[in-house]
């Protein structure tokens, strides 16, 4: 599992990603909405409409008011610019071809100039009966929101990106016996 996460937000959903996907069904430890209250608002949902189209199929209300927009239906590729597009784009796809998370370090920049630190995690979602890939995201604020003064992010600038980390089957030495 990726272990570039900073944030203990980002930690937290990462491991109960890992805990909810994993094959072992026992619920002990985990976590409670009331554990980390501020984290709801940063929650969204992506979802594949079409190959390299990402809506946002939902989003919390921090995550709305921070962008400045209404969300849902709008896509998240249109967040980014340039190199930074299909740097996310590449993520995007690594992610879903894993079936494992991945984040983004960014950095958020105001109309009026104020930056932020941004860490923004991606978890592939398995929903059975569901048409097409979804992705449980966290956009969280690594810097203090008054440093944008009230003001929306308008863009972003990827900093690093943490693709996920390939589990690599061991290899396996098979003996086959002849008595011919």
């Known amino acids: ?4 996460a900073t944030h203990p937000n980002t930690k937290a959903i990462l491991r109960a990603w890992l805990r909810l996907s994993s094959e072992n069904p026992a619920g ?10 501020n984290m709801l608002g940063s929650l969204f949902v992506l979802k594949q409409a079409e190959t390299g189209v990402w809506p ?12 400045g927009r209404e969300l849902v239906e709008h896509d998240f590729l249109s967040l980014w610019r340039g190199r930074d597009l299909a740097l996310v ?54 810097d203090n929101d008054a440093e944008l003064k009230g003001r929306p992010v308008w863009r972003h600038s ?16 098979r003996l086959v016996a002849s008595n011919e």
């Open 89 to 142: 784009s590449a993520q995007l796809d690594a992610i879903r071809y894993s079936g494992a998370p991945g984040v983004i370090h960014c950095t958020g920049e105001s109309l009026s100039g104020q930056t932020v630190n941004i860490e923004i995690a991606l978890a592939p979602l398995r929903v059975p009966g569901l048409k097409g890939e979804r992705f449980l995201g966290l956009y969280q604020l690594l």
């Open 158 to 173: 990827v900093i690093a990106l943490y693709p996920p980390e390939v589990q690599q089957a061991e290899p396996r030495l």
């Open 56 to 67: 946002f199929a939902n989003a919390g209300s921090d995550l709305t008011r921070r962008l």
């Open 1 to 4: 599992m990726t272990t570039r």
């Open 28 to 37: 002990i430890g985990d976590p409670k909405v009331s554990d980390f209250p």
